[in-house]
C-alpha cells in the first residue's frame, strides 16, 4: 500500500482473496469470456490498489471493489464495441470449475435468453446479486443507491425475469 | 399484522429481513396460498440463477504489486521533495567541495533520473515485476 495509506498490503490482500472467485464470475457475466474477464479483474485489482486511499472502512469493500469491476468490465466491452449483456455460457469459453458445467449450461439457454431481455438496470442488479453473490448492503454500496431502492430493484427485476423465463419455456 | 409487501418476499428469499420480519412473512406464506405460490415462483427463479451463476465460476489468475515496490518509487520522490524544501534550488554548491559529496551527489543524480524513468511506466512495472501471484 501506498505510505500514506490506512490500508496495509495484508489487510487488502486479506479482502480481495475470498472474493476473486465470485469476482471472476461476475466479469464473465459481463463480458462473456475468460480472457477478457480476466483482464477486467485485474484492472480492476490495480485500481483498487491504487486507489484505496478513496476506500472508506466504513463502507463495503466488496460492493467497492464490484463497482470498480464493473466499470472495468464495461470499459473493456466499449473498447472492443461490444455491448454488455450475459451470454455466459459458450461451453468452450468456461473455465473448469469441477461442476457440471456443461449440464448447467444447457439447462440455462432459456435463463440466458430471459437475462437478456431485462433492462440494463435490472440486469445489472441480478449479475451483482448472483454473480458477485453480494449482499443487500453490497449492491447498494456497488450501484449507490439506497438499500430499499435495491429490495425493490431486485424483487421487479425477478418478477420480469420470471414472466420472461416463463414466455421462453411455452 | 402488518401485511406482506411483495418485495418483502423477495427480502426472505434472500435471508435479509429481521428475524421478526422473516418470521412474520414465513407464517404469511404458510397461511397464503397466492403468497406461497409467489414465493415459490421466485425460489425455483433463485435456484436456476445460482446454479449459472456456479457454472461460470472460475478463480482469475491475478498478481498484486509488493509493497517494497511501491515504496523504491515514492522514497526518492520523498527525498527529492525533502531536499529542495530544505536547500531551495541551490543543492548543488553544497555537494562541491569534497570527492564524498561528489559521489553522493552522482549517486543521488542517477537514483532521480532511475525514478523518473521508472514512474513513467510504473503501472507496467507493477504488473510484471517482483510481482505475488495470489
Known amino acids: 500500500?501506498?505510505?500514506?495509506?490506512?490500508?496495509?498490503?495484508?489487510?487488502?490482500?486479506?479482502?480481495?482473496?475470498?472474493?476473486?472467485?465470485?469476482?471472476?464470475?461476475?466479469a464473465f457475466s459481463i463480458v462473456r469470456n475468460r480472457e477478457d474477464a480476466e483482464d477486467a479483474v485485474q484492472e480492476a485489482l490495480l485500481k483498487a490498489y491504487l486507489n484505496i486511499r478513496r476506500y472508506e472502512r466504513s463502507r463495503s469493500f466488496k460492493g467497492w471493489w464490484f463497482a470498480i469491476i464493473s466499470n472495468?468490465?464495461?470499459?473493456?466491452?466499449?473498447?472492443?464495441?461490444?455491448?454488455?449483456?450475459?451470454?455466459?455460457?459458450?461451453?468452450?469459453?468456461?473455465?473448469?470449475?469441477?461442476?457440471n458445467v456443461h449440464s448447467e449450461v444447457e439447462r440455462s439457454?432459456?435463463?440466458?435468453?430471459?437475462?437478456?431481455?431485462?433492462?440494463?438496470?435490472?440486469?445489472?442488479?441480478?449479475?451483482?446479486?448472483?454473480?458477485?453473490?453480494?449482499?443487500?448492503?453490497?449492491?447498494?454500496?456497488?450501484?449507490?443507491?439506497p438499500a430499499g431502492t435495491v429490495m425493490s430493484r431486485l424483487h421487479v427485476a425477478r418478477r420480469a425475469l420470471a414472466d420472461f423465463y416463463r414466455k421462453e419455456k411455452r | 399484522?402488518?401485511?406482506?409487501?411483495?418485495?418483502?418476499?423477495?427480502?426472505?428469499?434472500?435471508?435479509?429481513?429481521?428475524?421478526?420480519?422473516?418470521?412474520?412473512?414465513?407464517?404469511?406464506?404458510?397461511?397464503?396460498?397466492?403468497?406461497?405460490?409467489?414465493?415459490?415462483?421466485?425460489?425455483?427463479l433463485d435456484s436456476k440463477l445460482k446454479g449459472a451463476a456456479l457454472a461460470v465460476m472460475f478463480r482469475p489468475e491475478v498478481t498484486l504489486p509488493s509493497r517494497s515496490e511501491e515504496i523504491r518509487i515514492n522514497i526518492p520522490l520523498l527525498v527529492l521533495i525533502l531536499v529542495a524544501l530544505r536547500f531551495g534550488i541551490?543543492?548543488?554548491?553544497?555537494?562541491i567541495g569534497s570527492a564524498v559529496e561528489i559521489v553522493f551527489l552522482c549517486i543521488f543524480l542517477v537514483w532521480v533520473l532511475k525514478y523518473l524513468l521508472r514512474a513513467s511506466e510504473w503501472n507496467i512495472q507493477i504488473q510484471h515485476s517482483r510481482n505475488e501471484v495470489i
Not at chain 1, 472495468?72 to 449483456?85: F, N, S, T, V
Not at chain 2, 406464506?29 to 403468497?35: F, G, K, R, T
Not at chain 2, 541551490?90 to 555537494?95: D, G, H, R
Open chain 1, 72 to 99: 472495468c468490465c464495461r470499459d473493456l466491452l466499449r473498447k472492443r464495441g461490444r455491448r454488455p449483456a450475459i451470454v455466459a455460457v459458450d461451453p468452450s469459453e468456461l473455465p473448469s470449475t469441477g461442476n
Open chain 2, 1 to 44: 399484522m402488518k401485511p406482506i409487501d411483495p418485495t418483502e418476499i423477495s427480502a426472505f428469499l434472500d435471508g435479509e429481513l429481521s428475524p421478526e420480519d422473516a418470521e412474520r412473512v414465513r407464517h404469511a406464506i404458510a397461511e397464503d396460498s397466492s403468497l406461497r405460490c409467489e414465493y415459490e415462483k421466485l425460489a425455483a
Open chain 2, 90 to 95: 541551490k543543492v548543488a554548491p553544497l555537494f
Open chain 1, 1 to 26: 500500500m501506498g505510505i500514506f495509506s490506512q490500508v496495509s498490503e495484508d489487510e487488502f490482500r486479506r479482502w480481495v482473496e475470498p472474493l476473486l472467485e465470485r469476482a471472476g464470475a461476475y
Open chain 1, 109 to 145: 439457454d432459456e435463463l440466458v435468453w430471459a437475462l437478456n431481455q431485462l433492462t440494463p438496470a435490472h440486469r445489472e442488479i441480478i449479475e451483482l446479486r448472483y454473480f458477485g453473490d453480494c449482499s443487500y448492503s453490497e449492491i447498494a454500496e456497488a450501484l449507490s443507491i
